[in-house]
């Protein structure tokens, strides 16, 4: 399954660039690893806070106030959303080709 988190983590660097285990405090980066987390809370299946906080060589509970914030984030924040939504089109067209580590996705 962690797989799952490194395709994840591939797609976003493809798209955007930007390495979401790197320490940086520039909006782009705090906001693609809010999204990296939502998806990973609500789409890996089996995974959670502990799990996407190794990942990310985060505490669980900075995951859960991540996941938090993308949740609000995504009521009001165009730029957020366009992100959250590039990302989950990403993931759904690998979906249709059958990507085999997407398997465990919802």
Same mark, same amino acid.
């Given at each position: 399954m962690i797989e799952n988190f490194i395709l994840l983590s591939d797609i976003i660097n493809k798209i955007y660039q930007v390495d979401v285990k790197e320490k940086n405090?520039?909006?782009?980066?705090q906001d693609l690893k809010k999204v990296f987390s939502? %998806?990973?809370?609500? *789409?890996?299946k089996g995974f959670r806070y502990t799990e996407t906080g190794h990942f990310l060589k985060l505490t669980h509970a900075t995951i859960i106030h991540q996941v938090k914030s993308a949740k609000n984030l995504l009521k009001y924040d165009?730029?957020?959303?366009?992100?959250?939504?590039?990302l989950q089109?990403? %993931?759904?067209?690998? *979906?249709?080709?059958?990507?085999?580590?997407?398997?465990?996705l919802q």
């Open positions: 405090r520039v909006r782009k980066v939502l %998806i990973a809370y609500e *789409k890996i165009n730029y957020f959303k366009e992100i959250y939504d590039t089109e990403s %993931i759904e067209a690998l *979906k249709d080709y059958n990507y085999r580590p997407l398997s465990s």
